[in-house]
């Protein structure tokens, strides 16, 4: 009889040491395994080979046949996870191990086919650039840059010309993308080239086709090209080229459930430890990345030129003053000058885009007379009207309730909707263009009404008026667009937090990158409060050196990242002052253990109310992250923590 440590895939094992099972053959380390937990039959990896211990052992029930073992590269990568954002081990190896390989372990069948003429494929495809060229003959080694390109100069065929040399090499690549919507554009430039060596990951496909990918990375020889969000990071990669984060300044590469992982960060290590390059791709970086490349010498490769070649002239671009109602005689909404580029584009067959970080109809519902206010009975947070469904919706806890015609206080039926989001804005649109075809996308469509869903047909000018949140801005490529609304360019701004001004930059700087790539002419118009404010003027001049040497100061004189890490702790309770004798009991035995931080707080969370109970929170900061590290470890029960978070809100 042989014994092995072993490692469950399981969120209730929380455990820092591994368990011993027993088998009566000789089994490979990195294995993957059946054994019974707590009554339960899980999944296991077999970490190493061991003594027959004092204790009785429970036997591995069996091997998953047909599967060979994990790369040492992907266990490697489980181990530093753990330890740079700690959880519970046995749920990390969720996110390493389809769940259907303990439905299919007996018909694991591997598909192994690739095309291996993909140098031929492509040939159509435009001259690399000078700017293209110039970042391809930099990355020319195994370590970190930065790509900095303008939006439309060509970084996916930098991407693109990369992964060719990877494969070239019998590696692989990995290209991250921040949204599922992004992912049929970014594919279709790569089959292109790659044809079926492109395996697509993402949450949508089928738990099926999901153990097919997985087990076509593992047993992979020749390379393959993976692509998707953040959860392609766990594929179990045999070998390794490249690594890229495309869009790399997006908050959706933040893992928000434990273990709260970065990607960015994951990423970087995934690359190092597989020795491969690693390009963290954006328009717009994130203060952080841009200070650690400048700080730690990595080579920050600067795009400004167009790839398509046009004779098209630079985009213009008009800030229309919100405050001004002379602006503003058609429409409360859309601006006489941003309806009269709608019209222009109508009449030459070309696509318009209205961006309003905003959802649903109204998001004040109030009452004229008393001054009573819809709120969220669990969340205490204005209620947001929709229209369409006549209901009145939290967008934190998705508490919903029909509104009401008569004030719960005062029995006044003079009850008013103000403020408006994107449902608001297409019945406008709907309302002043009656014969366009005019499509939302935001968080509120269906499956079948999405993005993803909807992208050629959108690209292809099916839709004339394209409305929609932040899923709009994100690398999207449409040649028929040639105008551009920002309706309220401030949208950001409201929300009280550091980040606010750099998500303001991004948005805007964003946004603006959809039109000027060198299909059409087009045409900007940023409506806003304050046209003076700095990040809104950086934005439209699209002066990143300008935005950054004014933030990073303001960063420095607070004392927020980069120069710091960060620990946002919360806790609910049932009332507001339990919530904050909870939080200062918990500060005072921070300070007792003699933990070198920074502690703010306590104070009620930006949602001070979710589920009926009360939030409070405290911010730790810290230049050494094992100080977070043993803060997170001594916390007691009902406290959650989120470190690296993305905000403070």
């Known amino acids: 009889m042989y014994y092995y440590e072993v490692l469950p895939r399981d969120q209730s094992f929380f455990s820092e040491k591994l368990l011993t099972y027993s088998y009566p053959e000789n089994i490979q380390k990195n294995t993957v395994v059946k054994i019974s937990l707590k009554s339960k039959i899980v999944l296991g990896v077999v970490i190493k080979k061991t003594t027959k211990p004092k204790f009785l052992t429970n036997n591995i029930i069996e091997l998953c046949s047909g599967l060979i073992p994990l790369p040492d590269e992907t266990i ?9 954002y700690p959880g519970p081990i046995g749920s990390l190896l969720n996110m390493f191990l389809p769940s259907q390989l303990l439905i299919n372990s007996k018909k694991l069948i591997v598909d192994t086919t690739t095309n291996n003429n993909f140098s031929s494929m492509g040939d159509e495809s435009p001259e690399i ?5 110039h970042a391809l003959k930099i990355i020319n080694e195994s370590k970190s840059y930065l790509l900095h390109g303008d939006t439309g100069t060509g970084k996916t065929r930098v991407y693109i010309e990369l992964a060719k040399k990877s494969l070239n090499n019998k590696l692989s690549s990995l290209i991250l993308t921040p949204e599922i919507s992004l992912t049929p554009q970014l594919a279709a430039e790569f089959e292109k080239f790659f044809g ?19 087990l076509r990375v593992l047993n992979d020889t020749e390379g393959l090209v993976v692509l998707g969000p953040r959860s392609s990071l766990f594929m179990p990669f045999k070998k390794l080229g490249l690594v890229v984060v495309d869009e790399s300044h997006e908050s959706s590469y ?15 290590i995934l690359a190092k430890i597989y020795k491969s390059v690693f390009v963290l791709g954006s328009a717009t970086p994130t203060i952080t990345d841009y200070y650690l490349a400048k700080t730690k010498a990595v080579p920050i490769i600067r795009m400004t030129n167009l790839a398509i070649k046009s004779k098209n002239g630079p985009i213009s671009k008009e800030i229309i003053d919100i405050k001004d109602k002379n602006n503003f005689s058609k429409s409360i909404i859309l601006s006489d000058r941003l309806i009269h580029c709608i019209e222009e584009a109508l009449a030459n067959n070309e696509q318009s885009l209205l961006f309003l970080n905003r959802r649903g109809t109204s998001r004040v519902i109030l009452c004229e007379n008393c001054g009573w206010q819809a709120l969220c009975p669990n969340c205490d947070t204005p209620l947001i009207y929709h229209d369409d469904d006549f209901e009145a919706r939290c967008h934190i806890c998705a508490f919903k309730q029909k ?10 039926d003079k009850i008013i909707f103000r403020g408006y989001g994107t449902k608001t804005l297409m019945t406008e649109v709907n309302k002043l263009f009656p014969n366009a075809r005019v499509r939302r996308f935001d968080n509120d469509n269906g499956k079948k009404d999405s993005l993803e869903q909807n992208y050629y047909s959108v ?3 099916e839709t004339d008026i394209i409305v929609g949140t932040q899923t709009l801005i994100k690398g999207l490529d449409l040649p028929k667009l040639s105008v551009v609304g920002v309706v309220i360019a401030e949208s950001a701004l409201s929300f009280p937090d550091y980040t606010a001004t750099e998500t303001t930059y991004q948005q805007i700087n964003q946004v603006l990158g959809r039109i000027g790539r060198g299909h059409r002419n087009g045409i900007a118009i940023i409506q806003a ?7 809104i003027q950086d934005a439209v001049k699209l002066d990143y050196e300008d935005f950054y040497s004014s933030e990073i100061k303001e960063r420095e004189t607070y004392g927020y990242p980069p120069f710091c890490q960060v620990l946002k702790l919360t806790c609910l309770k049932s009332s507001s002052k339990i919530a904050e004798n909870f939080s200062n009991k918990l500060i005072a035995e921070i300070i007792s253990s003699g933990i070198s931080v920074t502690i703010s707080g306590p104070v009620p969370s930006f949602y001070a109310k979710v589920d009926k109970k009360f939030q409070y929170q405290i911010i730790v900061r810290s230049n050494d992250r094992s100080n977070l590290i043993k803060i997170i470890k001594l916390l007691p029960s009902g406290w959650n923590y989120d470190i690296d978070p993305i905000n403070l809100l």
């Open 529 to 535: 409060y304050n046209p003076k404010n700095g990040a």
């Open 76 to 84: 490697k990568l489980i181990s530093w996870i753990h330890g740079y």
């Open 196 to 214: 079926n060596r492109v395996i697509i990951n993402h949450s949508k496909i089928s738990p099926k086709e999901k153990l097919r990918n997985w």
């Open 459 to 461: 690209k292809s000018g």
């Open 254 to 268: 933040k893992q928000e459930q434990s273990p709260h992982y970065q990607t960015n960060r994951v990423a970087s």
């Open 403 to 412: 509104p009401s015609t008569n004030c719960p206080d005062c029995n006044s």
């Open 129 to 133: 650039t000078k700017d293209q060229s």
